[in-house]
């Protein structure tokens, strides 16, 4: 009979320190799971003008990576690999994540300013072009259990589409989840919301998963209060709803980026909308 085939979690790093945080939380979900590992960077113009300044050729790039696996595998016990290919960071890293079939990746960012590897729209860009969950990240993992996830429930069509994710987390990880519900005193958006939410306590109740509901009843600052919830609950992470579509950078900050980008470095986990048409709670 042959092996059961592991899960496998996807980081990309840029060799910098918030690349090092983002291989620390892949690892430490990966070491919670039993998922494979895949340490990936991305060979893009700025890793071969940084070389020639260095003086050093395309080499380094797998010593590199050979040196984290090594370090991973020896810290956490995980099975670890990494990938080298040429490409930008833009559209190479969901190429990747696609081709390893990864479940979840992984990413740093260095938030809003500055001139390195993710910042400002450029996290964003990947984001959106992910094809699996992407949980960013800015601190590292401290020994993070990935246990207690603040879920948003607004009015957004994916945002109901989380669900999945919330079930499989919890099979994997015993994970809980405290809903807050965007509830203004709006009786369609109420009668919407109201919908949406029976939904799915129906589904986390068919699981068996552990969860809390907590309403937001401004029309204003919904964005504010999911991070402040995730405080109060000293949450382990947030679980954002991402459209392709119509998420994008914006200088006055748009909710999601404030949420991706929050000054706590609360990991977010960003799923993307998909086929709205399915069966949210479906595998």
């Keep these: 009979m042959e092996p059961e085939k592991k899960e496998v979690f996807l980081v990309a790093t840029d060799f910098t320190a918030i690349g090092d945080h983002a291989i620390d939380n892949a690892a430490q979900m990966a070491r919670l799971t ?11 113009q700025t890793t071969k003008s940084n070389l020639q300044k260095e003086k050093k050729n395309l080499d380094y790039v797998g010593n590199k990576l050979l040196e ?3 370090k991973v595998e020896a810290q956490y016990g995980v099975e670890v690999d990494y990938l080298a290919p040429a490409g930008s960071i833009f559209t190479t890293i969901a190429e990747t994540a696609k081709t390893t079939e990864a479940k979840y990746l992984f990413m740093g960012t260095h938030g809003k300013k500055g001139i390195q590897f993710l910042l400002g729209s450029f996290a964003l860009k990947v984001v959106t072009s992910s094809p699996a969950p992407m949980l ?39 994970s809980e989840f405290h809903i807050i519900v965007y509830y203004p005193n709006d009786e369609p958006t109420q009668r919407k919301m109201t ?37 109060e609950k000293n949450a382990d992470a947030i679980m954002l709803s991402t459209d392709p579509e119509k998420i994008t950078w914006n200088p006055f900050g748009a909710p999601e980026e404030r949420i991706i980008y929050n000054k706590e470095g609360i990991p977010v986990l960003c799923i993307n909308s998909k086929d709205l048409k399915v069966i949210i709670g479906a595998p």
């Excluded at 039993?34 to 893009?44: D, P, R, S, T």
């Design 34 to 44: 039993g998922a494979k590992l895949i340490v990936l960077h991305v060979i893009n």
């Design 195 to 231: 919908g949406d939410l029976k939904q799915m306590i129906k589904i986390l109740e068919q699981h068996k998963v552990p969860h809390t509901v907590t309403y937001h009843k401004k029309l204003k600052g919904f964005d504010q209060r999911i991070i402040e919830y995730a405080k």
């Design 136 to 174: 960013v990240v800015k601190k590292p993992a401290s020994g993070n259990k990935f246990r207690s996830f603040i879920y948003p429930l607004d009015t957004e069509l994916g945002s109901k589409q989380k669900v999945k994710w919330a079930v499989d987390l919890n099979k994997s990880l015993g």
């Design 68 to 70: 984290i696996c090594k």
